[in-house]
Nanobody, 124 residues
Framework: QVQLVESGGGLVQAGGSLRLSCAASGGTFVIAHMGWFRQAPGKEREFVAGISWSGGSTYYTDSVKGRFTISRDNAKNTVYLQMNSLKPEDTAVYYC?????????????????WGQGTQVTISS
């Protein structure tokens, strides 16, 4: 069973930066992709960014391209989300997730494991 623990959330002003971390433990050998999702109050959980665990290929939702960067450190079983030029609309609870499926996916239903979430709040 894979366990995911996020850290790094907080409160920053618009235009600022934050880096989220997600440490994976347990049966990490089953992981094919890691992803970050977010959920704002009253909205559905949406895909933010994903990365192939082995090859490192990355993919993003359009609203964060050029501002967010997902990366991984396989030696530490950790995935990062560097968020720059933050906007108030980025405010949400951010969730780390892991998928056993070999194909990249933007859909939360294709992710098998989830962290507890970390709050990101951007003030205007």
């Amino acid at each position: 069973q894979v366990q995911l623990v996020e850290s790094g959330g907080g409160l920053v002003q618009a235009g600022g930066s934050l880096r989220l971390s997600c440490a994976a433990s347990g049966g990490t050998f089953v992981i094919a992709h890691m992803g970050w999702f977010r959920q704002a109050p009253g909205k559905e959980r949406e895909f933010v960014a994903g990365i192939s665990w082995s090859g490192g290929s990355t993919y993003y939702t359009d609203s964060v391209k050029g501002r967010f960067t997902i990366s991984r450190d396989n030696a530490k079983n950790t995935v990062y989300l560097q968020m720059n030029s933050l906007k108030p609309e980025d405010t949400a609870v951010y969730y780390c997730s892991a998928s056993r499926q070999s194909l990249a996916s933007f859909h939360r239903h294709n992710y098998d494991y989830w962290g507890q979430g970390t709050q990101v709040t951007i003030s205007s």
